[in-house]
Every structure is written in structure tokens, then in C-alpha cells.
């Protein structure tokens, strides 16, 4: 059984900077490809940053150069991360990790219908 666990969300300054972390076990979890996707209120969830099996980044516009995804392994659980730098205001939103299945081919890494396991979400607030 795989669980995705998030870590790090709060409020922050506008300018600021956040960590985002996402625990992911279970059976040696592994998957073709890992993300963020957040919500803000009133809007629909969208894709964030996203890390596949070979390493290889995507990265919305609205926050390329801002954020930085990776991802670390060890035996017993992968860690996704989501370094948020120079945060704005319209980074306000609660934030997901998904995880894809390991074998999976993906189609799309922005559909949200992509991924198998999510976690419950972390809030990150700017002002």
C-alpha cells in the first residue's frame, strides 16, 4: 500500500521561500513519474513541477525558475521536494504530490487522471 505524506507548507512573506517535502512508501514505491499540483480557491488544480523516472524536469511557466523539484531514495522511501523561492501571491493554493504507477506509460504528466496516489495536500499562503 502506498502512501504519499506532504511536509512543509505555511505562510510566508511575498519574496520569500518554502520547502515542500513528500514522503512516499510503501513496497518500495517507485514510479514512472512525480509531481505537485496545487489548488487555489475558486480555481482549478493545475500542474506545478514534475520529476519522471529518468530525472528529467518540467516545470510549469508560471513558476519556472522559482521552483525546483527533486527527488531522493533511499530503501525505504522515496522523498519528493518542491523548493519554492521568490514566492508571490498568486502561489497561494493548496499543494499535492502525486505519484504515477511505476510501469505506467505516461500521456500526459499535466492531467491529473495521470496519477494513482496522492497525498491529503499542504497549504502554502503568501502575503
Known amino acids: 500500500h502506498v502512501q504519499l505524506v506532504e511536509s512543509g507548507g505555511g505562510s510566508v512573506q511575498a519574496g520569500g521561500s518554502l520547502r515542500l517535502s513528500c514522503a512516499a512508501s510503501g513496497h518500495s514505491y517507485s514510479s514512472a513519474c512525480m509531481g505537485w499540483f496545487r489548488q487555489a480557491p475558486g480555481k482549478e488544480r493545475e500542474g506545478v513541477a514534475f520529476?519522471?523516472?529518468?530525472?528529467?524536469?518540467?516545470?510549469a511557466d508560471s513558476v519556472k525558475g522559482r521552483f525546483t523539484i527533486s527527488i531522493s531514495k533511499d530503501d525505504a522511501e522515496n522523498t519528493l521536494s518542491l523548493q519554492m523561492d521568490s514566492l508571490k501571491s498568486e502561489d497561494t493554493a493548496m499543494y499535492y504530490c502525486?505519484?504515477?504507477?511505476?510501469?505506467?506509460?505516461?500521456?500526459?504528466?499535466?492531467?491529473?487522471?495521470?496519477?494513482?496516489?496522492w497525498g491529503q495536500g499542504t497549504q502554502v499562503t503568501v502575503s
Open positions: 502525486a505519484g504515477s504507477l511505476e510501469w505506467q506509460v505516461i500521456h500526459s504528466i499535466w492531467d491529473s487522471n495521470e496519477y494513482a496516489y
Open positions: 520529476i519522471d523516472q529518468y530525472g528529467t524536469t518540467t516545470y
